[in-house]
């Protein structure tokens, strides 16, 4: 059973570009969170979303920020015209299709995103 | 929201000392406590959790405390390797953070030879 896939593993983008992550979750997983990492930073939790829904986004800015996760294929989130200030490690993690009070998220290797 | 804080920042012990990293939260609701390593420039690395129905949970060298009436949970790493040595996460979820898992700080936990 494949783990959490993210890809790239390292995407390096020129301000004001788009970048976009990519992230598969475990097999039978039907919930995905993406969570930004600054340097020697915490983890901080951007969006949750289930198959073709946006759960909870209330960890994304307002502006430049989206994410999907279609019902075919990998969760997508994209950055559009990036700044400096987005370069961080950006994880996805996936939790099973029941309770999700107290089930461990899996996380996948990160994104790690440069903005020259 | 739920906040979580965790203390302390940095810890260094000798090898086969213990460690302790401690974390309070303010959801009352929150019912699920995990916590994860990480090294390096790799992923967050699930080492124990503990729910809210159970006071403590101990697995090898490692334990987790939990006391919901003053809401913190603390971890406890015994007979120190230097392979420990990473950065512990603790979170927390549930009650009005249904689903996403609210971190802490960090701890830089050194485990010097």
């Known amino acids: 059973n494949a783990g959490v896939m993210q890809n790239p593993r390292h995407l390096v983008r020129r301000r004001g570009q788009e970048a976009r992550l990519r992230c598969s979750p475990m097999k039978g997983h039907s919930h995905v969170y993406w969570y930004r990492q600054l340097p020697e930073e915490g983890l901080k939790f951007m969006v949750y979303l289930q198959k073709e829904n946006i759960i909870d986004e209330s960890g994304m800015p307002k502006e430049r920020f989206s994410a999907e996760f279609p019902k075919e294929g990998p969760s997508i989130l994209r950055i559009q015209q990036v700044v400096r200030g987005d370069s961080a490690a950006y994880f996805c993690?996936?939790?099973?299709?029941?309770?999700?009070?107290?089930?461990?998220?899996?996380f996948g290797p990160g994104t790690r995103l440069t903005v020259l | 929201g739920e906040n979580v804080e965790q203390h302390p920042s940095t810890l260094s012990v000798q090898e086969g000392d213990s460690a302790v990293i401690k974390c309070t939260y303010s959801d009352s609701a929150s019912n699920y406590f995990p916590w994860y390593k990480q090294e390096l420039g790799k992923r967050p690395q699930l080492i124990i959790d503990i729910r809210s129905n159970v006071g403590e949970k101990k697995d090898q060298r490692i334990a987790v405390t939990l006391n919901k009436t003053a809401k913190h949970f603390s971890l406890h790493i015994t007979e120190t390797q230097p392979e420990d040595s990473a950065v512990y996460f603790c979170a927390a979820s549930g009650g009005t953070s249904y689903g996403k898992l609210t971190f802490g700080q960090g701890t830089i936990l050194t485990v010097h030879p």
């Open positions: 993690a996936s939790s099973p299709p029941w309770r999700l009070d107290d089930n461990e998220q899996f």
